[in-house]
T-cell receptor, first 105, second 116 residues
Framework: AQRVTQPEKLLSVFKGAPVELKCNYS??????LFWYVQYSRQRLQLLLR??SRESIKGFTADLNKGETSFHLKKPFAQEEDSAMYYC???????FGKGTRLHILP | DTGVSQNPRHKITKRGQNVTFRCDPI?????LYWYRQTLGQGPEFLTY????????KSRLLSDRFSAERPKGSFSTLEIQRTEQGDSAMYLC??????????????FGQGTRLTVV
């Protein structure tokens, strides 16, 4: 069965500090992992996916199959990063419960 | 707007009534997903389609819920005999499956259902 766990409901970080949002998954096949973001009053949108290995808005995430993790990281938080972040697992795209990231001024 | 479109945006219904929501995906996308989201929770998977074929339906979904995608384009989600616990945001998303490699899922704005 596919499962995604995001252990933190809320993460508060000072502006300029590093950010790490945790995600662990469970899947017997070859996983495809995503991070989606939802800004206030906007629809869900893709932030990044493990296959592309891109850095979007300064965020990166590395798939660690040994630890079944796909943590999202950013070295220096910005106020506009405040949002809900969801980790998701393909192929049928199952979401975690999400972490609210709050950037403190 | 060429994104995913959902109608209506809001629906208020009395308990026991049937409701139907519509989702128009991005035109070339062959995959379509339905989710339910309640306050403070992540999107909960309901079902998904590849073209007109329903590939999977969540076991959490009661028999009161049914979804169709008759021509492989738009989809409808029907809830029969609504209950107050059905109140939630219903999200639709679509993506392109290229035979094992697929694009990101694009989401609609959602339909907010309130059962009174």
């Amino acid at each position: 069965a596919q499962r995604v766990t995001q252990p933190e409901k809320l993460l508060s970080v000072f502006k300029g500090a590093p950010v790490e949002l945790k995600c662990n998954y469970s899947y017997s096949g070859s996983p495809e992992l995503f991070w989606y973001v939802q800004y206030s009053r906007q629809r869900l949108q893709l932030l990044l996916r493990h296959i592309s290995r891109e850095s979007i808005k300064g965020f990166t995430a590395d798939l660690n199959k040994g630890e079944t993790s796909f943590h999202l990281k950013k070295p220096f938080a910005q106020e506009e990063d405040s949002a809900m972040y969801y980790c998701a697992l393909g192929p049928k795209i199952i979401f975690g419960k999400g972490t609210r990231l709050h950037i403190l001024p | 707007d060429t994104g995913v479109s959902q109608n209506p945006r809001h629906k208020i219904t009395k308990r026991g009534q049937n409701v139907t929501f519509r989702c128009d995906p991005i035109s070339e996308h062959n995959r379509l997903y339905w989710y339910r989201q309640t306050l403070g929770q992540g999107p909960e998977f309901l079902t998904y389609f590849q073209n007109e074929a329903q590939l999977e339906k969540s076991r959490l979904l009661s028999d009161r819920f049914s979804a169709e995608r008759p021509k492989g384009s738009f989809s409808t989600l029907e809830i029969q005999r609504t209950e107050q616990g059905d109140s939630a945001m219903y999200l639709c998303a679509s993506s392109l499956d290229l035979g094992g490699a697929y694009t990101e899922a694009f989401f609609g704005q959602g339909t907010r259902l309130t059962v009174v």
